[in-house]
């Protein structure tokens, strides 16, 4: 068929590059939200490995409600410090406000002191760990994955960053080992796999700082144990942010936050909270047996 000797099939794919030209055009023109200042700051070169959320509020761009309020706590180097709270709480907004994927609606995030908004996004990011909720992974290796994190990785770091995260027997187990092939977004591995990896990719970064974003969902609970356990005895030098949906994760971290609707209604370490925190106790109480809890 035609149309004024035009194919219809052609008049079709004109009009579809049309819209999708349209779409291009305005990503391109969308202006960032967040954004460096001309003279940014500098960190101290002192390192103490302190973050500081400072009465932060926090809203979406053209949103009316905050999603996070009045939110204040401090995490000290070499201290886990996890975050807990029910589906849209706000624990992934507020974590991803660390690396400036959003800034601050108001108050202030400080790391050693210094105003996080106010530092260059990329200086601030190469002090940060990061693995997001959905991790990622790459078509290519094993190891060129892990090369993202790293370019001068060494065996040496590869081996214990793997150990760590519970990945290394696994890799061994491949009869290409690092150079086994990943697919893109790691389609040929399982979640568990995939978060490991991305664990391991995160620790070669031998960052002051890390995130781990309900990072260990797909582990087993033995992996998920094992993995807590040599974090604790081989990173003492960072400070780590860990977000998770199992209270079993959590229990033996140094602080606890606990988020109801975007606001803290509960910190301390889990034995406190079990007393003193009645939404902490809803949801451990759902989670773990009389046992585990500790009650008669």
């Not at 000290?76 to 907004?93: M, R, V």
């Not at 356990?229 to 229990?251: C, W």
């Not at 109801?260 to 909270?273: F, P, Q």
């Amino acid at each position: 068929f035609t149309t004024q000797g035009i194919p219809i099939f052609a008049i079709a794919s004109l009009n579809s590059a049309s819209v999708s030209a349209k779409r291009i055009s305005e990503v391109l023109d969308t202006k960032p939200t967040v954004v460096d200042n001309e003279k940014p700051l500098e960190f101290s070169s002192s390192i103490k490995g302190e973050l500081v959320f400072d009465n932060v509020n926090f809203k979406y761009p053209g949103a009316e409600d905050y999603v996070l309020k009045n939110i204040s706590f401090r995490a000290h180097k070499g201290e886990t410090t996890a975050i807990i709270g029910s589906t849209g709480a706000g624990k992934s907004t507020l974590i991803n406000l660390i690396p400036r994927l959003y800034d601050v609606t108001s108050g202030k995030i400080l790391i050693d002191g210094t105003d996080i908004s106010q530092v260059d996004q990329g200086v601030l990011r190469n002090k940060i760990g990061y693995v997001p909720q959905k991790t990622v992974l790459f078509s290519g290796t094993i190891e060129s994955n892990f090369q993202f994190a790293n370019e001068n990785l060494t065996q040496e770091e590869i081996a214990k960053a793997t150990e760590i995260a519970q990945a290394k027997d696994f890799i061994a187990g491949k009869e290409e080992g690092l150079q086994a092939n990943i697919s893109q977004g790691g389609a040929n591995v399982s979640g568990g796999q995939k978060q490991r990896l991305s664990i391991a990719r995160a620790l070669m970064k031998d960052a002051e700082f890390y995130i781990f974003d309900d990072s260990f969902s797909a582990l087993d609970f033995k992996t998920d144990s094992a993995l807590r356990q040599a974090l604790h005895t081989n990173v003492k030098d960072a400070t780590i942010m860990l977000i998770a949906q199992r209270v079993s994760t959590i229990m033996q971290a140094d602080q606890i936050i606990v988020l109801d609707e975007g606001e803290i209604v509960g910190i301390g370490k889990h034995e406190y909270l079990l007393e003193n925190c009645s939404v902490y106790k809803d949801i451990a109480e759902s989670q773990l047996s009389k046992e585990e809890l500790g009650n008669e």
